[in-house]
Every structure is written in C-alpha cells, then in structure tokens.
C-alpha cells in the first residue's frame, strides 16, 4: 500500500522557519522525482520544489528561491522541505508527490504564517 505521509506543517511567525517531511512507503523510493506543492485558499495548487530522483537535481517556484531548500534521504524514504524567512503568503497546504510515470500525493500539511 503506497502511502506519502507529510509532517512538521504549524503555525509560525513572519520571518520564521519551518522544516516539512515526507515519509513514503510502499514503492521504490529511489527511482521517483519528489516534489513539494502547496495551495492556499481560493487558489490553485502550484509546484514549490522538486528533486529528481537519479541526480537529486532541484528546481523551484521563483516565489521560493533563496527561502525554500528540497532534500531527500534515499535511505530513509524521506523527502524535506526546508521553509526559512516565511512570508504570509507562504500560507497554504502543502503536499508532497512522488512521480515516476505513475502520481502519488500525500494528504497535506497545513502551513500558516502569521503574526
């Protein structure tokens, strides 16, 4: 049974950081792209990062650069996303999916910044 379960989603202030993680299980790991996305309300959902799965290359929403860093422990079938100098805007649910021909999502993790 393929499961994406995320974590370390709360409440922070402007300013603040938050590290979110991943835990998969189920399917081979190593060989998926993982990536983050979020959405916040009344909006769609959008890409925040990805890394690939064979190089570990990453990418991200321009909105993120610099603030947001992806990382993956093969060996523990877990995927970070590292959130420093949050903005309100940064409010949204954030999920992670794993994609290698075939799409798994998580179910998401709130996070809000606010003051």
């Keep these: 049974q393929v ?6 989603g709360g409440l922070v202030q402007p300013g603040g950081s938050l590290r979110l993680s991943c835990a998969a299980s189920g399917f081979t ?21 990805v890394i690939t799965s064979a ?3 990453t990418n ?6 610099g603030r947001f860093a992806i990382s993956r ?3 523990k079938n877990t995927v970070f996303l590292q959130m420093n100098s949050l903005k ?3 409010t949204a649910v954030y999920y992670c999916k794993a994609a ?3 799409v798994y999502w998580g179910q998401g993790t709130q996070v809000t910044v606010s003051s």
């Design 3 to 8: 499961q994406l379960v995320e974590s370390g």
């Design 73 to 75: 422990d093969n060996a």
């Design 60 to 65: 991200y929403a321009d909105s993120v650069k």
């Design 29 to 49: 790991f190593s060989s998926y792209a993982m990536s983050w996305y979020r959405q916040a309300p009344g909006k769609e959902r959008e890409l925040v990062a």
């Design 100 to 102: 290698n021909g075939i």
């Design 88 to 90: 309100p805007e940064d």
């Design 55 to 57: 190089s570990g290359r």
